[in-house]
C-alpha cells in the first residue's frame, strides 16, 4: 500500500515559479517509478513528467525546458519545479505510481493568472 500527497501548488503570475511536492508513505519509494499527470477543467488527465529509480527522466512536450522533475529517496518524495508558467499550465497536478495497482494523490490546485 503507498499513500501519496502533494502540496506547492497554488497562484502564480505568468512567467512565475512554483515546486510541488509528492510525499509518498512505505518502504519501498527507491523502487519506484514517480509521475506528475495534470488535468485541466474539461481536459482528461495528461502525464506531465515521470522519474525512474535510476533516475532517467521523461517530459511532455509542452514542459520540456520549463518543468524538472527530481526525486529524493531518503525523504521519499518526488518533486517537480516549474518555472515560466503560463495560464494553459493551469490545472490540478496529481502524483501517481504503479505497484500492485495504480496510486493517486489527491491533487494540488496550480493556478496561473495575473
Known amino acids: 500500500q503507498v499513500q501519496l500527497v502533494e502540496s506547492g501548488g497554488g497562484l502564480v503570475q505568468p512567467g512565475g515559479s512554483l515546486r510541488l511536492s509528492c510525499a509518498a508513505s512505505?518502504?519501498?519509494?527507491?523502487?519506484?517509478?514517480m509521475g506528475w499527470y495534470r488535468q485541466a477543467p474539461g481536459k482528461q488527465r495528461e502525464l506531465v513528467a515521470n522519474?525512474?529509480?535510476?533516475?532517467?527522466?521523461n517530459y511532455a512536450d509542452f514542459v520540456k525546458g520549463r518543468f524538472t522533475i527530481s526525486r529524493h529517496n531518503a525523504k521519499n518524495t518526488v518533486y517537480l519545479q516549474m518555472n515560466s508558467l503560463k495560464p494553459e499550465d493551469t490545472a490540478v497536478y496529481y502524483c501517481n505510481t504503479n505497484w500492485d495497482k495504480s496510486y493517486w494523490g489527491q491533487g494540488t490546485q496550480v493556478t496561473v493568472s495575473s
Open positions: 512505505g518502504s519501498i519509494f527507491s523502487l519506484l517509478v
Open positions: 522519474i525512474t529509480p535510476s533516475d532517467r527522466t
